[in-house]
């Protein structure tokens, strides 16, 4: 059973950065892929990131290509997910998930954080 913890939400202005954390416990947290998702007020829970097990290979959405960027340190159990050129539509909760599959599918995660906030002001 793998745990999710994720950190490092807050409140920031228009252009700042934020470095998500998510701290994996539990057994198999380093072979999963590990995906990064998130959920504004009044909509759907949207795909950002997703990296392999290994982290070599690594997808993101087209909003978050060039600003985001999603990592992970296997000998630390955490996955990050860098947010540069932050901007008011970023406000979101900040989910991290993990998965068998590389998949940009919510349905296909199977352990789940509790998330982050992350408040973006202009």
């Known amino acids: 059973q793998v745990r999710l913890t994720e950190s490092g939400g807050g409140m920031v202005k228009t252009g700042d950065s934020l470095k998500l954390s998510c701290a994996g416990s539990?057994?198999?947290?380093?072979?999963?892929?590990v995906g990064w998702f998130r959920q504004a007020p009044g909509k759907e829970r949207e795909f950002i990131a997703y990296i392999d097990y290994s982290g070599s290979a690594t997808d993101y959405s087209d909003f978050a290509e060039g600003r985001f960027t999603i990592s992970r340190d296997n000998a630390k159990n955490m996955a990050y997910l860098q947010m540069n050129s932050l901007k008011p539509e970023d406000t979101a909760i900040y989910y991290c998930?993990?998965?068998?599959?590389?998949?940009?599918?919510?349905?296909?995660?199977?352990?789940w954080g509790q998330g982050t906030q992350a408040t973006v002001s202009s």
């Open positions: 539990g057994r198999g947290f380093t072979s999963y892929a």
């Open positions: 998930a993990v998965s068998i599959l590389l998949s940009t599918e919510a349905r296909h995660y199977h352990a």
